[in-house]
């Protein structure tokens, strides 16, 4: 990274930080004004998004932008608005009897300037999701987005020029270099979206500055089919989980794990409904492309090995099997995968499905609970005490139960990890809360008796402390 870089990234974060001095807690309506900015910002460029993203990928179908970047990034700004005046109040807290007549609130507090590392699979929601929960708390946003996307970040930085000043909201562009630079800074929180690998290098950079991170990283997520699930509508929202944005997706379900008999059945359900979905692959407008050859070449790598070990391969399209064919990926079930191999032992993040066979469901919760905890768990069935006892014996970031993915999209409940797939959450007031500082007050009344505990300690003192040991 060029020395120049440097001093301009160190510039910018310098006067995001002179300007927070400037305003340390922002009205209503500014932060208000704020988020109808990015609603604004988000509307009027939404099919400059839709294009930037098909053009990074290869091709990506609108419709799923439209869906998964520029309807989620407008509903969670909208939520944040309809609820920031009540999230902004201080809250009245309980209060222990023996310290009344004082009184205890919990105020919310800007933490500052936040940082946020964007990905490449999502590269406007999985920006604007954190970005407008930091606006929402009154702070100041830098913004780091992948270069692996760089017409949607070249996109990004015009759209926030135009429609923030450099103060408020900022992305600045580059390579890993200046990746690695932005999460040096010391920023008051730094928000990552990534890969566990990068997600470590990301948390010891911002320790040296003991700078608080949240984490939002991934895993081997997995679907739990149970005996008691209609198979053809189970296998119909796994396939479609699957297949949203190629399984580019971190919640996206990465293996499968079914009774014995059931996995035959169910690989040829998920078949079918792949083959409904995208008639076609390669010339098909509705099915998205590999982000980049790279990432292509190593989906293949990871069927190649499965298939040297002995598991066997079921292509949706066999037909559309050419390898020289683009960047798009053929989807594939994946049967008689064993743990050694390489698509068991890594995040797959692409249209490939392992299914493993169990003979109980405590087998099924023994092979979850034996790797790191996951992003996502789905759960498809209709015996209730069978998923109690996947909910309470299996850790994971967020479930979703009798489909896939839609967790993610709920306002109302937090989304994070939990272990290798992440720290911390987001989403609605768990947004507003990760960037705020909970900051605690307790008021004192002018007729509290705390001067009965001074000193000079003789008889007053045991004789009230006597007393408050017997009502505590």
Known sequence: MEHSTQEALQL???????AYARE???????RKDRLKRLIEMTRKNEQALCEAIAQDFGHRAHQETMLAEVFTSITGAEHALKHLRSWMKTRRMPTALHFMPGSNALMPQPLGVVGIIAPWNYPYYLTTGPALAALAAGNRVMIKPSELTPATSALMARMVAEHFSPEEMTVVNGDADLARAFSALPFDHLFFTGSTAVGRHVAQAAAKNLTPVTLELGGKSPAIFDRSCHLELSASRLAYGKLLNAGQTCVAPD?????????????????????????????????????????????????????????????????????????????????NPSADMQLMREEIFGPILPIVPYDSLEQAIAQVNAGDRPLALYFFGEDRRAREQVLARTHAGGVTINDCIWHLGQESQPFGGVGASGMGAYHGEWGFDTFSKLKP?????????????????????????????KIV
Do not use: C
């Not at 307790?442 to 009965?452: E, M, N, W, Y």
């Open 441 to 469: 007050v307790f008021v004192q009344s002018r007729f509290a008796g705390t001067h009965l505990f001074q000193p000079p300690y003789g008889d007053t003192f045991k004789t009230i402390f006597g007393l408050l040991r």
């Open 255 to 335: 293996y499968v794990l079914a009774p014995r008999d059931m996995v035959r059945p169910l690989a040829e359900a998920v078949l079918r409904h792949w083959q409904r979905m995208v008639p076609t692959v390669h010339a098909n407008p509705d099915y998205t492309s590999i982000a980049t050859p790279r990432h292509r070449a190593r989906l293949q790598q990871l069927l190649d090995d499965a298939q040297a070990q002995g598991a066997e391969l079921l292509p949706s399209h066999p037909q559309e099997l050419d390898p020289g064919a683009g960047r798009k990926l053929v989807p594939h079930v994946v049967l």
């Open 24 to 30: 340390p807690m922002p009205s209503l309506a500014v």
């Open 12 to 18: 910018a974060f310098e006067s995001q930080r002179a």
